[in-house]
Nanobody, 111 residues
Framework: QVLLVESGGGLVQAGGSLRLSCAAS????????MDWYRQVPGKQRELVAT???????NYAASVKGRFTISRDNAKNTVYLQMNSLKPEDTAVYYC?????WGQGTQVTVSS
């Protein structure tokens, strides 16, 4: 069983920054590929960023160059640093690993 708990969402003006955190319970965190997804009401959940156990990363084209995913295996935590935020980044952001989802954290970017 893995419990994922996100934090760090909120309201920010366009051009601002936020850092999301996802704390994971359970063992072998260091072996897990971790992802961040986001979802807007009425739309499918979208993959935003991925980090492998070896810390290789991949990003959606819409966030590349603005968002950075990272992990701290000592803290069982994955982060999403979001810079130069745009109103279209407004969504609920979810932490994910195979078979498990967090509860989500709301990010709202005002214009």
């Amino acid at each position: 069983q893995v419990l994922l708990v996100e934090s760090g969402g909120g309201l920010v003006q366009a051009g601002g920054s936020l850092r999301l955190s996802c704390a994971a319970s359970g063992s072998i965190f260091r072996l897990r590929t971790m992802d961040w997804y986001r979802q807007v009401p009425g739309k499918q959940r979208e993959l935003v960023a991925t980090i492998t156990s070896g810390s290789s990363t991949n990003y959606a084209a819409s966030v590349k160059g603005r968002f950075t995913i990272s992990r701290d295996n000592a803290k069982n935590t994955v982060y999403l640093q979001m810079n130069s935020l745009k109103p279209e980044d407004t969504a609920v952001y979810y932490c994910h690993t195979v078979n498990y989802w967090g509860q989500g954290t709301q990010v709202t970017v005002s214009s």
